[in-house]
């Protein structure tokens, strides 16, 4: 009988197996092709602030100052002289005296 018992433990301990853990799943990327472009619709292209100054002094060839360009365009004055600034540094525009600008 105890023999029977011995076989018996030894089948219960054989049978008990490990419990399975599951594996991380990787994300998988998935690769988009890009958008076909739609056809260019006709737009009209508003000129920046920048181009509307520009256009203004390059059409006078005494020079223009900050309230000629202010009456023209509507800008304030921080804003003119923010947009005659950046012209000046980038070598678009010179200054001819003090408040007169001239096209490069």
Known sequence: ME???KEFDK???A???KKATAKPIQAKTIKRLPAEKAPAKNKTVKPTA?????????GRK???DTST???KTGFNQKKVWAILLRA???GKIKRIDRGVYVGA
């Open 62 to 64: 005494k020079g223009v």
């Open 3 to 5: 023999k029977l018992i």
């Open 15 to 17: 049978n008990v197996t």
């Open 88 to 90: 000046h540094k980038t």
């Open 11 to 13: 089948g219960k301990k």
């Open 50 to 58: 920048t181009d509307q100054v520009l256009k203004i002094l390059r």
């Open 69 to 71: 360009i202010m009456a």
